[in-house]
C-alpha cells in the first residue's frame, strides 16, 4: 500500500555557480564530434587533480522486452574515429541490452540504442552520446585484455556478472577466482590480493604472474558506441549554458555532421 503522506528523507539547498568560458559559437566547434570530444577529453586528463577519472561514464541501455532502462557507470577505453569504446562482460544485463535477441552470444557485431553521458565537474563542462552499439573485433579486445593486470583478466573469467551469488557471500566469489587462478597457473590469492609474498615490493623482482597468458572469455569484450548525435554543454552563470547538438543520420557515418545550438 502506497502512503498518501509521503516523507521528505533527502534535500538539496546548495546551488552551483557554472563560470565555464562556455562556447562562443559554432565555428568555434570542430565540424566532427569526435574530434572536439577528443579535445574537451584531453583538457580534462591534463587536471588530474580536479578529474580524477574524465574517463568515467554513465551508459543508459533498454531492455527490448520491457523497455526498463538501467544505467550504471563504466569506463572508456578507447576513442577512434568512428566512435567510444569499452570492454564488458557481454552476457550481463548491459550486455543482453546493448546486444539484444542474443546477439550478445553471438559473433554479430551490430547492437542496440545507447546513451552516454560525461560530466567533469571541476571544468562545469559534460558531454551526451546516443548511438547504436557494435562489438569490436577480436584482435582489438585481444590487445586491450593482455595489458590489464592479471587480477583483472582472472576476474573477467571469475565473474558472472549480474547474476546472483546463490550464497550471498563474497567467499563464494573469491572462491571462483581461485578456481581460475589454478586453472591458469596462478598463485592463489594473486587476483584478490591474498597472495603470499617473498618480500617488501619495493625489493622484489619484476613479477612475472604478470606474463602468464590468460586467454580472453568469449562472453567478454569490446562494445564501440558509434554516436548519431553528440551534444556538448558548457555550464554558464545564471544556468544560462552553452548546448550545441552535433546530428547525423543513423548509419551513414559519411555524412557530414549538422550543428545546433540549442536552448538551455
Do not use: C
Request: no cysteine.
Amino acid at each position: 500500500m502506497t502512503s498518501s503522506n509521503p516523507q521528505t528523507l533527502a534535500s538539496v539547498s546548495t546551488h552551483e555557480t557554472y563560470l565555464s568560458q562556455g562556447i562562443p559559437s559554432a565555428s568555434t566547434l570542430d565540424p566532427n564530434p569526435i574530434v572536439q570530444f577528443s579535445k574537451w577529453f584531453s583538457h580534462a586528463q591534463s587536471r588530474p587533480a580536479d578529474v580524477p577519472e574524465p574517463e568515467a561514464m554513465s551508459i543508459s541501455t533498454v531492455d527490448s522486452e520491457t523497455h526498463i532502462p538501467s544505467t550504471r557507470v563504466v569506463l572508456l577505453k578507447q576513442v577512434d574515429n568512428r566512435g567510444f569504446i569499452f570492454y564488458t562482460n557481454y552476457s550481463s544485463r548491459k550486455g543482453r541490452e546493448l546486444f539484444p535477441d542474443g546477439d550478445y552470444e553471438s559473433d554479430s557485431p551490430r547492437g542496440g540504442y545507447v546513451s552516454l553521458a560525461f560530466y567533469w565537474r571541476a571544468l562545469h563542462l559534460s558531454v551526451r552520446v546516443v548511438g547504436k552499439a557494435e562489438k569490436v573485433d577480436r584482435a582489438t579486445t585481444q590487445a586491450y585484455y593482455d595489458s590489464r593486470p592479471v587480477g583483472s583478466r582472472i576476474g573477467a573469467w571469475a565473474s558472472e556478472q549480474s547474476t546472483v551469488l546463490k550464497s550471498g557471500t563474497r567467499e563464494e566469489l573469491e572462491e571462483r577466482v581461485h578456481e581460475f587462478e589454478r586453472r591458469f597457473g596462478v598463485p592463489e590469492g594473486t587476483a584478490t590480493g591474498s597472495a603470499v609474498t617473498a618480500g617488501p615490493a619495493s625489493s622484489a623482482p619484476a613479477n612475472p604472474v604478470e606474463n602468464v597468458n590468460i586467454p580472453v572469455p568469449p562472453f567478454w569484450g569490446g562494445v564501440r558506441i558509434v554516436p548519431f548525435e553528440v551534444e556538448f554543454w558548457a555550464g554558464r552563470e545564471s544556468r544560462l549554458h552553452d548546448r550545441y547538438r552535433y546530428t547525423r543520420q543513423e548509419g551513414d557515418e559519411k555524412s557530414e555532421w549538422k550543428i545546433e545550438r540549442l536552448s538551455p
